[in-house]
């Protein structure tokens, strides 16, 4: 997927994330040099750390929100919801940081000067993120229907309604305001002369899962109270949000940037909500389970942190191929078999960024573990035991997502694909995944140790 249309200059399309900014301004403007600029290791640990921070604050919020949900009666007696939570939380990499990243990209090469081109430019792209929401949040929810009920045999209609009618206005209503909020950052960041690139996928990341969140929460148990006194409730909810869509692709088609996406931009956003759902399950299944609840505040964490890191580093590969490389065309390093080894081993740029993200890990899941912990959240203490093994599954996670990222990004520019556009969607829905896997295998290890709470669960 390309955004060419939008950028006549040649220059990186797609998602941009957290973590080159510095150089990205002065690669996109600089276009005339062709060597990107040196940084040390520690500058980039500072660049990348304050997103991070930011973004780690709203996944522990959207934890702590999660933990309170859990016991409502929507989630207690329709424990499918849990299945559409990664999927709808994984929008955000989908749609919004890609939302965020094609303006910013708008703005840094001048096609936002003009107040119509600026404005058609928004108006298409934000119609173009409707669409695809309320298809999305519609899969997320056929993908819970199907992965929660087939293995138990029982199917309730009006349960599938509710969630059908849940998942789509939770994707549409959030997936409206986060690109308010997301245009209003990116403007307001050029009147103030700051480049969008820097704040806006943080922001993106740090306001959209606890957005997100609040919203399926609030609807899904508004619906459910409806459920036996107005059946008829949840499909109308479900028809009205149904029914706009042709609107978004009659708006998002009159501009040329959204109408090549609106054609060409769902493998990536639909095969990450499969993979999400996937996880989904995984969650769904050990929270039913008494004896791991408290698996429910940490889950949010450690898919956002990981998906998050993978998000810069897959960033930060591109860039170095949009700049040094042609399409097609790798550089040495990377031909060849793809070993581990050649993620983190070696003097390159991204070597080195491999290794920072890597040693932002364990600092970072130690802080947002002790702020769960003094806001008195979750139902696990935090004892060594359970801290090592927590963290041993926050590194290996973000360890493999790594070396996914190095051997996907050369993969995808190799043949042709533009991975700024490819991958972020798939590495994000892989951090949803392998976070939640690792994270229940962790409870379950945990269980089976005697590492157990008598409050778990409560």
């Known amino acids: 997927v390309s955004t060419e249309p939008m950028l006549t200059e040649k220059r990186l399309s797609g998602e941009e994330a957290d973590g080159e900014e510095e150089e990205e301004e002065e690669e996109g403007l600089g276009s005339n040099t062709q060597n990107m600029p040196k940084e040390s290791a520690l500058a980039m640990a500072f660049q990348i750390l304050v997103p991070f921070l930011l973004a780690g604050f709203g996944t522990v919020s959207a934890g702590m929100v999660l933990d309170i949900v859990q016991h409502w009666e929507a989630f207690q007696y329709i424990t499918e919801i849990f299945i559409l939570v990664p999927a709808l939380l994984g929008l955000k990499g989908n749609l919004e940081m890609t ?14 000067d003009s107040p119509i081109e600026k404005w058609n430019l928004i108006i298409g792209n934000l119609a173009l993120k409707q669409v695809q929401a309320t298809v999305v949040g519609f899969l997320a929810a056929v993908a819970a229907v199907v992965l929660g009920w087939i293995p138990e045999g029982k199917f309730q209609m009006s349960h599938a ?7 789509v206005a939770t994707a549409f209503i959030a997936s409206l305001l986060q690109g308010i909020i997301m245009v209003g950052v990116i403007v307001g960041s050029k009147k103030t002369g700051i480049n969008p690139d820097n704040v806006a996928t943080p922001i993106a990341a740090s306001f959209g899962d606890l957005i997100t969140l609040a919203i399926l929460a609030w609807i899904s148990q508004g619906l459910y109270k409806c459920l036996d ?37 769902w493998e990536p956003v639909i095969t990450a909500m499969v993979i999400s759902s996937i996880g989904g399950l995984i969650l769904d299944k050990t929270v039913s389970d008494p004896n791991l609840a408290g ?22 590969i591109s860039t170095h191929l949009h700049f040094h490389c042609a399409p097609g065309e790798v550089p040495d390093e990377a031909k060849g078999c793809y070993y581990p080894c050649r993620t ?31 806001m008195k959240s979750g139902h696990t203490t935090l004892t060594p035991i359970f801290m090592s093994v927590y963290l041993a599954a926050a590194m290996l996670q973000v360890l493999l997502l790594l070396c996914i990222a190095d051997w996907m990004v050369h993969s995808m520019w190799r043949s042709g694909k533009d991975p700024d556009s490819f991958s ?26 005697g590492d157990q709470d008598s409050d778990v669960g409560d």
């Open 161 to 167: 309604v509710l969630l059908c009618s849940s998942s």
């Open 229 to 265: 006194s107005y059946p008829y409730v949840s499909s109308l909810v479900w028809a009205f949000f149904m029914c706009l869509t042709p609107l978004w692709i009659v708006i998002s088609s009159k501009h040329p940037a959204s109408r090549t996406l609106l054609y060409s931009g």
């Open 99 to 112: 939302l965020a990243s094609r303006l910013s990209t708008a703005v840094n090469v001048g096609k936002m």
């Open 424 to 449: 972020i969607p798939y590495l994000t829905a892989l951090g949803d995944f392998l976070g939640t896997a690792l994270l229940a295998l962790s409870f379950h290890f945990l269980w089976l140790i």
């Open 344 to 374: 983190f081993c070696g003097t390159g740029a991204n070597h080195r960024s491999a290794q920072v993200l890597l040693f932002l890990v364990i600092p970072g899941h130690l802080l947002f573990l002790y702020i769960i912990h003094l």
């Open 295 to 316: 698996i429910v505040v940490y889950t949010p964490v450690i898919n956002g942190i990981g998906g998050n890191l993978v998000a810069i580093q897959s960033s930060r």
